[in-house]
């Protein structure tokens, strides 16, 4: 299998409330997805939004399970009404989260080296395996067999944030 993978997306709601609040270590469907692959116990991939802590800021969160555990990232600050840019990267050493071009927010060395592989189960965007929909917009989600260079992703930034200029807040 590949120990590599790259996911991107642009991100934006003007309510994040009913997203609920991140319970770490925890493999259940909290948040509101992003994108997923895998059962809602356990997911293979997650990319989901919700407050961490509890009652704090709504941050980004990238699950992602390795050798059969599920590892995860939280960080950054998603603002209501502001599209934002993340992307997340797994190397097969690293955990990596990024927002905005390159900055990064978060990162968890050796979770593992092998990404547990998938079943049958269904890539989803926008909807948690449970049915909740991600209130607000969503653009150019993406996901990737390799890991993207910080050139790279101030590359995609630029792309996208041209495009959203007048929408950025």
């Known amino acids: 299998g590949n120990n590599k993978m790259s996911l991107s997306a642009w991100v934006n709601s003007d309510n994040y409330s009913g997203c609920g609040a991140f319970d770490l ?4 469907p909290d948040g509101c997805q992003i994108m997923g692959r895998g059962p809602a116990a356990g997911h293979f991939w997650n990319l989901s939004a919700g ?3 509890l009652g704090g800021p709504i941050r980004l969160r990238f699950r992602l399970q390795v050798d059969h555990v599920v590892k995860e990232v939280i960080g950054g600050q998603l603002i209501p009404g502001k599209w934002s840019f ?4 797994y ?3 690293s955990m990596r989260l990024y927002q905005d071009g390159g900055i990064l927010v978060g990162d968890v060395l050796n979770p ?3 990404i547990t592989p998938g079943g049958e189960e269904q890539t989803s965007i ?8 991600f209130p607000g917009m969503l653009d150019e989600i993406a996901v990737y067999e390799n890991v993207f260079s910080l050139v790279h992703i ?3 930034y630029a792309k996208g944030s041209h495009k959203y200029k007048n929408m950025l807040r």
């Not at 993340?86 to 990267?89: E, I, K, L, R, S």
């Not at 926008?126 to 929909?133: A, P």
């Open 25 to 28: 270590n925890v493999a259940t």
């Open 126 to 133: 926008g909807r948690s395996v449970g049915g909740k929909t």
């Open 51 to 53: 407050a961490f802590p």
């Open 86 to 89: 993340f992307v997340a990267t």
């Open 154 to 156: 101030k590359k995609l």
């Open 112 to 114: 593992g080296t092998s």
């Open 91 to 93: 190397d097969g050493n």
